[in-house]
């Protein structure tokens, strides 16, 4: 049957199953907004504020749902308002399709209104990207996109579309998703692994995002029990074990917890899962792989030998390597290093703090949501604070930029993941500065009636920034006090959402107590300027240099 550019790419989104996209339209996507319009009961479009909120919404939702997220824009500006987003979900190998639209054929490349070669520009950004000159094409490059995204280790596709594309027709048949693996690894042999583990008398076993890509939360903890082997996380991989597990020590790296941090330096034996050692997780790379051997497991050649060199390498899907560990290897006892395993966890526990401190709004916080609810967060000290405090219980619950570390992230993650999770009451957990990058898309929020809480830790000051220049740069604050006057609250209700101030646990509990059943909620959170994410390994440090109080 004859069809359309946009018509196929209609046809090619419900074909992969996807019901939401988000975006915003512009003059070089209009035939496929009308596409849109036609198709509503078919897929589900939510226009933000900005197209940035858009890439960040559709990265959220991919993260929570585990589908692959879709966002629209149209030429020039438009597309490279999607730059940000893009190389976050390329850094947190999140699986994305951009599509934008850009100017007919006949004008591509005459500096024409509103053309940029986006193609170009996110080249470095993406696992692969296309651009689409004739419409007997279209259907296939689609096919090929979400089939790059989401397999091997997942990440973002770009697809460009010319509006003369959108609109030239040709023969269209349905065709089923691609199948199959992108970049087979060769087959994985364990054998090595599995010797050096039997050797050990302090196994590690250190997990990232890839345990969570590949969905092996239940082997992941399984493997843990198996070795008596206690288990820190980089920040992508926090939600893959739930905290209260007694072999859960959190988070690892510069601000991770004392225990993790320790313990992975004390360990004989690392079993690395699906993480690519980055300079915040390891500090001093020639101290980090001191004295242990590093048995790493990763999808991506790529990202083995890279930053810290393994003894054993294994390139292989997490999932389906864990599963041959635990056929492979028999229940190990391990007392003597749960006994220190457990002093290290004593030894972490800290006094009282201020009534209205990061960690106590957090746990006031987390009493309130369920343990299900998805929680996302910005940039920055109220980032680290949510690592550290925050009680993960379900997989795939954590929306944070991991690699680029994108202040403006939250507010759009927040969205897509409440729309992913079937309108749930979302959390987003961010500060005065960082909400200062989003805030326009409370008006997505609260156009589509989501219940999402946003818990503002409001110090006035840029307070990462700061707590480095407190440390390293002799308390000189250049331009990190922020001097600002918004009112949240007035903000807040100015958007059409609920406004609302605490200045202490006790108006906090009560603020919690009487939030209206749906729509978004702003609490502006007012805490001390000075207040420190720690403990903290300095940049290039070492456990040994680790800074507690």
């Given at each position: 049957m004859k069809r359309n550019g946009a018509q196929i790419v209609v046809e090619q989104l419900c074909v992969h199953g996807v019901d939401t996209v988000f975006g915003y339209p512009g003059g070089s996507v209009l035939p496929l907004y009308d596409e849109l319009y036609k198709n509503a009961h078919r897929v589900h479009h939510i226009i933000t504020a900005h197209e940035q909120g858009a890439t960040h919404a559709a990265d959220g939702y991919a993260r929570v749902s585990g589908k692959t997220g879709v966002v629209i824009a149209t030429s020039g500006p438009g597309a490279t308002n999607l730059v940000t987003g893009i190389a976050n979900a390329y850094l947190d190998s999140v699986p994305l399709v951009a599509i934008t639209g850009n100017v007919s054929v006949p004008l591509l490349g005459k500096d024409s209104f509103q053309e940029v070669d986006i193609v170009g520009m996110t080249q470095p950004i993406v696992k692969h990207n296309f651009v689409v000159r004739d419409v007997k094409a279209l259907r296939d490059t689609l096919r090929e996109a979400f089939h790059i995204a989401n397999s091997g280790r997942r990440g973002p596709v770009l697809v460009d579309i010319p509006r003369s594309v959108q609109e030239d027709i040709c023969e269209y048949e349905d065709a089923p998703p691609l199948e199959g693996e992108t970049q087979p690894t060769a087959p994985f042999d364990t054998r090595q692994a599995?010797?050096?583990?039997?050797?050990?008398?302090?196994?590690?076993?250190y997990?990232?995002?890839?345990?969570?890509?590949?969905?092996?939360?239940?082997?992941?903890?399984?493997?843990?029990?198996?070795?008596?082997?206690?288990?820190?996380?980089?920040?992508?991989?926090?939600?893959?074990?739930?905290?209260?597990?007694?072999?859960?020590?959190?988070?690892?790296?510069?601000?991770?917890?004392?225990?993790?941090?320790?313990?992975?330096?004390?360990?004989?034996?690392?079993?690395?899962?699906?993480?690519?050692f980055s300079d915040r997780a390891t500090g001093n790379v020639e101290a980090f792989g001191q004295g242990r051997v590093i048995i790493h497991v990763d999808i991506d050649l790529a990202e083995i030998d890279k930053n810290i060199p393994s003894h054993i390498?294994?390139?292989?899907?997490?999932?389906?390597?864990?599963?041959?560990?635990?056929?492979?290897?028999?229940?190990?006892k391990g007392?003597?290093?749960?006994?220190?395993?457990?002093?290290?966890?004593?030894?972490e526990l800290t006094p009282p703090v201020a009534d209205f401190s990061p960690r106590n709004i957090m746990e006031a916080v987390s009493g309130f949501c369920r343990e299900d609810a998805v929680v996302a967060t910005d940039v920055g000290q109220h980032q680290m604070w949510t690592m550290q405090s925050y009680p993960f219980v379900k997989p795939r619950t954590?929306?944070?930029?991991?690699?680029?570390?994108?202040?403006?992230?939250?507010?759009?993650?927040?969205?897509?993941?409440?729309l992913a999770d079937g309108k749930r009451r979302a959390v987003l957990i961010t500060s005065d500065g960082?909400?200062?990058?989003?805030?326009?898309?409370?008006?997505?929020?609260?156009?589509?009636?989501?219940?999402?809480?946003?818990?503002?830790?409001?110090?006035?000051?840029?307070?990462?920034?700061?707590?480095?220049?407190?440390?390293?740069?002799?308390?000189?604050?250049?331009q990190t006090t922020l001097d600002r006057r918004t009112d949240f609250p007035a903000l807040a209700r100015a958007f059409g959402a609920a406004g609302y101030r605490a200045e202490s646990l006790p108006q906090l509990a009560d603020?919690?107590?009487?939030?209206?059943?749906?729509?978004?909620?702003?609490?502006?959170?007012?805490?001390?300027?000075d207040e420190r994410v720690l403990p903290m390994i300095p940049p290039g440090g070492s456990v040994q240099n680790i800074v507690r109080g």
């Open positions: 599995v010797q050096a583990i039997r050797g050990c008398h302090r196994p590690y076993i997990a990232g995002g890839g345990v969570l890509a590949s969905g092996a939360e239940a082997e992941l903890t399984a493997l843990a029990e198996r070795l008596s082997a206690p288990v820190g996380f980089s920040m992508m991989g926090l939600t893959a074990m739930p905290h209260h597990h007694s072999l859960n020590l959190g988070m690892c790296g510069m601000h991770g917890r004392y225990a993790a941090s320790v313990a992975q330096s004390e360990c004989d034996v690392m079993l690395a899962l699906g993480v690519r390498a294994i390139c292989g899907d997490v999932k389906a390597v864990l599963a041959d560990l635990l056929r492979a290897l028999p229940p190990m007392d003597a290093w749960l006994a220190r395993v457990e002093e290290l966890k004593q030894a954590l929306l944070t930029s991991g690699g680029l570390g994108a202040m403006g992230y939250g507010m759009g993650a927040a969205i897509g993941g409440c960082s909400f200062g990058m989003n805030l326009t898309e409370l008006a997505t929020a609260v156009a589509q009636e989501l219940p999402l809480l946003i818990v503002i830790l409001n110090n006035g000051v840029l307070g990462m920034v700061r707590q480095w220049q407190t440390m390293f740069y002799g308390q000189r604050y250049s603020i919690l107590g009487r939030l209206p059943a749906g729509g978004p909620a702003v609490i502006d959170c007012r805490i001390d300027r």
